[in-house]
């Protein structure tokens, strides 16, 4: 995923919008304008769910860009493992 969206950062097709608001807002301030606090915008109830937008962003990078390729189950450990082996050495 950060390799799908990896590109480079160009700053310059960005613009601050806060300070061209604030900006704005004291020139009309100093033009003699009443300044009012703006309305209060209303949540969304939309509710995200975040599992699923991780799923539906990989899937839509595609396996070449995700990093992800074919996993293969792990191997079981076998029940005579390490732990028999150190047994056997303490007598």
Known sequence: MILASSDSFE???YE????KRVLALIEKKIEGEEI???PEIEAQDKIIDLMEAL???????GPEKSGAKERKPAKRASSRGKGEDK?????
């Open 11 to 13: 700053p310059e097709k």
């Open 16 to 19: 601050d919008e806060v300070s």
């Open 36 to 38: 009012t606090a703006a």
């Open 55 to 61: 799923k539906a962003s990989l899937h839509k990078a």
């Open 87 to 91: 047994k056997r050495a303490a007598r």
